[in-house]
């Protein structure tokens, strides 16, 4: 904890835009997969999106074509702008760092923000 900081979560219309970062100290960041988790009430944490260090990408089929990563590589930060909201896009979302360099027991990191509410109002 404390390696992640997330920031701009809050109360949004449906049909609305939000955009979240995630800063991560330069030695997580540099050699990490980048991602956004949420997790709603009552529902598991799933996948929003990723990216590598490289910039490829990966969405949820629920998210594609709305919202969008992307990764300063001179902030170490990532991005998640998130347009045309809906009301079940309400979730606490999580920025994931997770390290490139898989060990035997699996990635060398995986840290965890400590989450951002987004609640979209129909």
């Known amino acids: 904890q404390g390696q992640l900081v997330e920031s701009g979560g809050g109360l949004v219309q449906a049909g609305g835009s939000l955009r979240l970062s995630c800063a991560a100290s330069?030695?997580?960041?540099?050699?990490?997969?980048m991602g956004w988790y949420r997790q709603a009430p009552g529902k598991q944490r799933e996948l929003v999106a990723d990216?590598?260090?490289?910039?490829?990408?990966n969405y949820a089929d629920s998210v594609k074509g709305r919202f969008v990563i992307s990764r300063d590589n001179a902030k170490n930060t990532v991005y998640l702008q998130m347009n045309s909201l809906k009301p079940e896009d309400t979730a606490v979302y999580y920025c994931?760092?997770?390290?490139?360099?898989?060990?035997?027991?699996?990635?060398?990191?995986?840290?965890w923000g400590r989450g951002t509410q987004v609640t979209v109002s129909s």
């Open positions: 330069e030695s997580i960041f540099s050699n990490a997969a």
């Open positions: 994931n760092a997770k390290s490139m360099q898989i060990t035997f027991w699996g990635p060398k990191y995986d840290y």
């Open positions: 990216i590598t260090s490289g910039g490829n990408t």
